[in-house]
């Protein structure tokens, strides 16, 4: 029989198990070196068929799903070597009352996919693009993310627009959207980059395109410089800064492409970022003689007595947004 020694200079030994057969169960208990050396493999496992070194969590769940025998990855994290068996149903229930032989154990489905996004979507990362690089097939969904110095919290990664790793850091609607143009419309909420304009102000991260809510704004130069605008009411565009900054709040030229045509065909895309009032505004320049005096596709215009939030596809004079939607409503991202 084998067995698994535990040394006795490790305070702690950590595993995770991991099984196919069950949905997501976690028990949890501290397993000390204190009078204990080693443990037998049939008080915990009935076969090994397999050691893998040099694994991380994911592969080693990953390598069992792939193997026939294999109904539980055992991973030791302070090695990274991943033992691969099969668990019989007295040692499942024994680990299932937290006998203190583990630190934690994850139960997961057959699912490839769903143990691939319940492994990690329980890591850290700096942002959705960390996300996006760490594992490149990591779908659109709500992480946990820690950008810069801020402490951990989740946030909704986009994984799929424009080559994925965007965070969402702003969710909103509109206070008056069937009368589009009248002052009383205004987006809502903001973020803190202005408190006082009559819109509601939120610094609680949006987990999906229709919580309206936003990430602190002074946190979003820590998730990343570029910038994705989606409407359901207007065409989307991604923008990277030249001169001009969104997360630093500095006007100027940006370098925008359209992603998606969602109102009309146009092909012009803005160019020029302004800090108008309550909100910034997406233009475009250099304006032509006897053409539109303000060619703005985007004004997230906050204020609900002076202005309306201007959402135009071809900046013409005229509003050409969608009309007649059901849950109006926009989102931006930083990548």
Known sequence: MKKFTIYPKLKKFQFSVCFKNSLAEVASADYLSSGVSS?????LISSISSTHYRLDQLQCTLAC?????????IFHESSDICYLGFLDDGTKNMLRKGNG?????????KSISQVYYEVIKNKVYESCKDLKRQYPNAPSGIYRIAPGKNAPFQAYCDQATAGGGWTLVWSYTFTNYLNFEDKSNAV???????ASCGARVSTRAPLNETQYDAIRFQIWQDIGKEFLVKSNI???????PSDGSLVLWIEGKIICKKVKTVAAGCISVPSILKIMGCGPALLKLPRR??????????HFEGS????????????????????GVNNPHGNLYIR
């Not at 443990?39 to 008080?43: A, I, N, Q, T, V």
């Not at 032989?101 to 489905?109: A, H, K, N, Q």
């Not at 809502?188 to 202005?194: G, K, Q, S, V």
């Open 39 to 43: 443990f037998k493999s049939e008080y």
């Open 65 to 73: 799903l792939r193997e026939a025998s294999c109904n539980a990855a």
């Open 101 to 109: 032989r583990f630190l934690y154990m994850v139960m997961l489905s």
């Open 188 to 194: 809502t909420p903001l973020p803190d980059w202005r």
């Open 234 to 240: 207007n065409n989307w565009y991604r923008c990277k």
């Open 289 to 298: 003689p006897g053409s539109c005096k303000h060619p703005i596709f985007f």
């Open 304 to 323: 609900v007595s002076r202005d309306w939030p201007i959402h135009n596809p071809c900046p013409n004079c005229r509003q050409s947004h969608l009309s």
